[in-house]
């Protein structure tokens, strides 16, 4: 099957499980639930989840039984960006061509929408068979105790100050700052970095990978989060305004220190080529299996939006 088909229906996969799990728009107070739909609804491509999805694959067939986490780390995903866009953080406007929750809501609504996000998240790694049953998922009833323990340790962790949000305060205080190749490195593999290791990671212990697999999966996903990055400051300066539905320069305008700002676009260039080859090497022991994988690795690398 074509990349872009299989994006395509497994986007359409998450789009439809996020519909189930997010509450309806008009339940009381409606404000809030059409701001959480507002964000959620907002465009984006689900790599988080999909690279759960597709790591499951390389175990079991079973790769509905994924879904439930990995709609929780896109919610995470989702309350991030919309917390980001504020004007105490980067001052966005715009993002994926619509306006920022927060011009549409107002501030104090889009801090509530990514609390609710965020919450919203755990009641759903949290929830049971009774509450969720309706939707086609055996998360509920055939995952262990353990492996959900471990799932919701895993995502909290990645979430929080040794994870993504750690990585956002280093970025923050950086701004306007010369910085060493040390903290941009914290920055890269926490900010992005966690959130994309704990996709693979997720997707890898609810499918029955042994620990050898897993090591090999947590490399890949780290070089992987490592040169998402990198991309994201690429595309800043020169990726297609029009596809990323944003301006671009807002680094250079919030003085932020990026692999671009310490090594030029060249230096960003070859960072990225080197993680790139990196990360397909830890998939060499999956073989065929892990051909998809491998080609959405590329897409994610050197899109242009």
């Not at 966690?194 to 609810?206: C, E, P, Q």
Request: aromatic share 8%; hydrophobic share 40%.
């Amino acid at each position: 099957m074509h990349l872009n088909k299989l994006l395509e229906e497994k986007k359409a996969v998450i789009d439809d499980a996020l519909r189930f799990f997010l509450p309806d728009e008009t339940d009381y107070p409606p404000t809030i639930h059409r701001a959480l739909h507002y964000s959620v609804f907002a465009g984006g491509k689900r790599i988080r989840p999909i690279l759960a999805l597709q790591t499951a694959e390389l175990f079991s067939p079973n790769w509905r039984r994924i879904i439930p986490p990995a709609c929780a780390l896109e919610l995470i995903h989702t309350y991030s960006l919309i917390h980001d866009d504020l004007p105490a953080m980067d001052n966005d406007d715009y993002r994926r061509g619509r306006l920022t929750s927060h011009k549409v809501f107002g501030e104090g609504m889009a801090i509530l929408a990514g609390d609710a996000l965020l919450t919203l998240a755990f009641e759903i790694l949290a929830g049971t068979k009774d509450k969720y049953g309706e939707y086609e998922s055996d998360y509920w009833s055939n995952v262990s105790p353990e492996v959900k323990l471990n799932v919701n340790f895993e995502i909290a962790v990645a979430a929080g100050t040794k994870g993504m949000i750690g990585g956002q305060v280093v970025d923050l205080k950086s701004e306007g700052k010369s910085i060493t190749k040390e903290t941009l490195e914290y920055i890269e593999e926490h900010k992005t970095g966690a959130l994309i290791t704990a996709s693979v990671r997720l997707g890898a212990l609810l499918s029955g990978a042994n620990n050898r697999d897993l090591h090999r999966l947590t490399l890949y996903a780290r070089l992987l989060g490592n040169a998402f990055q990198i991309v994201d400051d690429l595309l800043d300066i020169e990726g297609n305004e029009e596809k990323m539905g944003k301006a671009k320069g807002a680094d250079a305008r919030n003085q932020k220190p990026t692999y671009v700002s310490l090594y030029g676009l060249e230096g960003a260039k070859k960072r990225r080529e080197e993680l790139y080859k990196l990360a397909l090497k830890e998939l060499d022991d999956f073989g065929d299996k892990a051909d998809v994988l491998r080609e959405l690795t590329r897409f994610i690398l050197y899109r242009n939006y």
